[in-house]
């Protein structure tokens, strides 16, 4: 008898839609993409080409989709401020979830998901955040954790995205809850996961320029900022993020412990090809985010549909994404304030500076 | 109506017959494995766990296998010593065959597999050289193609694993073919690759040492060597080949063309982490070529897929397969009789240099 | 007629007095060491044996040795505590002054030496950060100046000492002024190198722990910092600085601007070898800032010796000196107070955000 | 009282002639350059101007100059074909001789150097292979040395020059002894030195293109040639020399050995800059032999400089320079012959391969 797969649909069709379909529907062997939705008619019909001929069902409504009999998973890949009303109905119709980050700009909305999983605990929900699942950062953290660098305590982590003149970005900051919750919530990520998932923010501050994009400024936004983030218990983040990249997607992270450090991706490259030629030595690195974390895409559903087929647990808390959207959100606050922003020992705001 | 998919069978399950297996299996999403054969019994058990419960047929008796109804490909991943024949009794039995390299370790028999194919010119016989869907390498071949370098001159490529001490290659050298054969056919094959598929060889000459493994001098085999192989038309390619590395897989190339340079690998890596620790800066590299050239693999096989499928051109012609073979047996032949070798302008052997 | 050589001084013998007057005596062709003071015992041995055999006069009184007939200049490498009392001494001596960084840990003694310098606009008084001579970061310069990279608009740099186990730097935190004071006063120098000389300082905010050596908190100060500095004028510097690291000196520098990036020693190495070993590949790093900036440091003696004798303007102005230890003081001061610091367009203290 | 300095004369003002001649007036400071000489009139203007202000004698006449009282050595960097019979005329004169490479590219008249030293044992006599000069080079000794990387047993290296379009190489050709006894003689000489100085070579065989200079024929020369070189007791050397680089200087070297690998300049680079534009992450080579070894040339100057003064060891054996004639002669022999050459274990020529 052949083994089950899990029958999991795609909402949401747009750019990383798309691969997620695709990725479901090829690259998970134990999955099995069998609805996919999206209210646009253009992805309605690339989803015609490319999914309906082998054997996926296609929905303008998300709602009709989670109806289809036999329905096991969504992916959730719609636009941010969707994430969390779908999620929360694949949950109340017993669904697992792989929604993509993050769960909503909004702390309190994230809080709302989080609160729908715990009445299904039965259900995997969680919170996409892809480089959990590349294999540079695991062998990082794997080093990081058998104890190679000593106590971790510093964490500099950046999210720089190659320059987009065609003004997407502006649009895009209406809704995309600002530079820090749009690309630092990565890093912000992967620091409660480096410094443990129960770390404790104790401030942040952090501050901008619009070098390239000054129309940012009337979404409140950036287009360069860097961030500090002080942990109870002596650990410190410092992020940097950037949409205005001239050679490709540049993300870079270091862990510095007390008796080593462990750097990943510290020396950009898209493959293992130089190039010398009259003005030096080249390589090329990745045009952007997908270029870099195809794999660990890839690698994030195959390990979704695993938990959900053999229940085994996530790699990572769901209360985990709501923390990072919070501190992303105090740091685009303290971006527009100028202000340091302080949180006492149980993640109150307070006013004064706890040394 | 869902798309067709390419049934194929593998013919072998040791440890890169597993691999090519599960490719097919899970990998290569318009295939579906549908036959596996082995003689070993060992082989067949890891084949019921890890095949049957998909699906896939087993069998111990290859020629069996061939009339299972529907077959339409079969990958061959047997020992070296049956690759032809099992390619000719495909090609007979009218199936697309993707086979392990080399196709023999004999110039003669490996003609005779390319012979039955151009009987049958409908079918798709590649012989895997593997490093030909390597994003890497065809970068650099795309690179050069397009005259950044300008007219390629110099190859420079080598094959180093790491040392095996549990002397598994002094038995595998008994029917390797040898050193040159078995790893510098990878580089033989890129040489004309890159230089060209129809480049003539002019001569060849190769020194070695058994630095590590003096037993392979039984086999006539070394475990460190170098050559030269000359080309009519002014280029020329020199191969390092070994099996004493310390750190893992080394594997590089490098393209010296009249105005520019191309390396792949000078620099190898396993991944994009760097460790800073007490005895300065460290990153690792991959322990086997498999770790090199996974992906590479399953692009092979996709692609092999896509070319039965949809009737498409192999990447390379069968009988550079030959060819390499050719140059990898006479380098072993130079390597042992510490002589150079000519060859005229048709291929010939011949006594006298042509300067 | 033999051309003329500028007599000069070393004031200070310990590890970097000693290190100056040996670049003096023997790689500053220009220059001719003639005297040297200090008022420590095992120094002056030393110089008997290594200096005094060469001409050079010695004394344990630094005033005394200011009146030696025929001194033109002095290079002071005293304890910090010293630096601008000796460097107006030479000054009103009517002596040409290259000063160890920094002037003064106070922002009001290092401008009495601004003030002193003012008055005697023929001398040539230098505060000698040494990275300004380093042949990368004035390649990384001189490629920003050419407009390489578009408008420099983040600045990323850090300082980082390999840890010292021995306690040394609990002790001489005492006196340093403090990890920003000490260490990041170069990575602030540069950023107001390369921003330009008379950019204005908006904000300073600072955070640190203490993760290896918690004694340093007594003096007010961490053994890991980081920090962010705002320009008016959009521009953005951020700075790390540790004493933790376990594989030697870890300074890099980048410099973002609008069209691109220039790093310098993002990957950090003492040579141009790589071991291959069973771990991996590995490569070392320089233990200390000497091994990392020597050459700069002989450039510097033989810019600042040019510049004496031809009566050239120095590579950068003596009010930069004060600017990064205001800048210096103010991070160090975020540090302990856990405060945002605000500063007007005309450099006071202020307490209102300026957005 | 003054330490004495070593008196030392400048043979040839040329390219390489007026670096060691600056070397042992600014940068050796055991060293005074008392004289120079060169029949060339460009290039005592030249000294006219950098050196006689400084108390150097200026000298048409070779001879004459060694008549100068007080001098105690010479390098000589004149045009290989005097370098022999100054070198000779030197040492009669009793005096320290520090020559450039190669001695000759007659390996007859290379040991007639080594002749006339060896009547002269209180003399230093070295000839300068500056690489043994080089930090990384040395490094990478040591290490190999002291048994890091088990015994040594392949050596691959080549020399690199950047094309020069103009067409000197072709009128170099003529006198040069070819590219094997011009470039690749540093290799050589670096494969004795971290092979032993007391190898056998067993035979030679090498192959060349001419790419882009064909004219080099007229002189049996070509722009790039590869070479395998054998030695008596199980160890291998393979070379690659080119004068076609696009990038500038490429001279790297690897040691492999039974447990480990050394590479020096594997991943070329001219400082610690590296530069992010849209084509990608670029860094720059230098352009020349002196750009990549200029501090190793300091260092010989000053090494030479104490070993004549101190009595002291040189860091290698005349005769190695004879050996390293020899073996780029037969490499050079073999490019043009198409064969490969035999020695016996006593280093004779033979006709039949030793197996």
Known sequence: MAPRKLKIACAGLGRMGKRHALHFLNRTPRAELVAASTPDDEEIQW???????????????????????????????????????????????????????????SVEISQSVVDAAQKKPN?????????????????????MDSGLIGRPSIFRSQTCDMLDPSGFFVAYAEFSGGIFVDCSIHDIDL?????????????????????????????????????????YGGQLAYLFCSRMMAAGQDDATEIIGTSGKLTVNAQPQINLVNIYEPTGIRREIPPNYYGRFEQAFVNEANEFTAAC?????????????????KIGCALQESLNSGKKIYFDEVGRRTEKASL
């Open 191 to 231: 620091a409660l996961w480096f410094f443990g998932q129960d770390s404790r923010v104790k401030s942040v501050v952090s501050s901008g320029i619009t070098a390239v994009q000054p129309e940012l400024r009337k979404h409140k936004d950036m287009d360069n900022a860097v961030g500090i983030v002080e942990f």
């Open 309 to 325: 087929l053999d229940d085994l647990k996530l790699p990572m808390k769901l209360t985990g994404a709501v923390q990072a959207v």
């Open 123 to 143: 259900l995997k929900v969680m919170c996409g955040f892809s480089r959990r699942f590349d294999d540079s950062y695991r062998d990082a953290f794997n080093k």
């Open 47 to 105: 989803a015609k080409q490319h999914l309906e001929p082998y054997g996926v069902r296609l929905y303008k409504d998300y709602d009709e989709m989670l109806k289809q009999e036999g329905l096991q998973a969504v992916v959730i890949a719609s636009v941010t401020t969707v994430h969390a009303e779908q999620a929360i109905k694949a949950i109340e119709a017993n669904l697992h979830v792989l929604c993509e980050k993050p769960l909503s700009t």
